[in-house]
């Protein structure tokens, strides 16, 4: 993990799976605009934070939200929705369902 990444919330080993989400292409964390916290997942936000999730606006996709668990490279909230799911640094594969949660991130 990069020295200032700390990922919180239930994870279960290094490549930030947690408790929630642990297929074998569950390997993202994001950062959440709220409290600029890293997280596996919007459960263990739910679970571990004492406040609602407040979304990304449109106007910051451009900062550095989503974190790859296998090399550890940052992704911009633009990069990752561009990536097709797919780590530009070390070509693992994200889990497409997670798009089914943008709305929980991510402004529409
Ligand atoms: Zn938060
Ligand atoms: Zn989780
Ligand atoms: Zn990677």
């Not at 989400?21 to 934070?49: G, L, N, R």
């Not at 550890?72 to 530009?88: A, D, F, Q, R, V």
Request: aromatic share 12%; hydrophobic share 25%.
């Amino acid at each position: 993990m990069p020295p200032h990444v700390t990922v919180k919330g239930k994870i279960v080993d290094q490549e930030t799976r947690c408790e929630h989400y642990h297929k074998q292409e569950d390997i993202i964390a994001i950062k959440f605009y709220c409290c600029d916290t890293y997280y596996p997942c919007y459960k263990c936000h739910e679970e571990c934070a004492d406040h609602d999730i407040q979304r990304w606006p449109r106007d910051r996709f451009d900062e550095k939200a989503i974190l790859c668990g296998v090399c550890k490279h940052e992704l911009t909230i633009n990069e990752y929705l561009k990536s097709s799911y797919t780590c530009p640094n070390c070509q693992s594969t994200f889990n497409e369902g997670c798009a089914r949660h943008y709305s929980i991130y991510f402004e529409g």
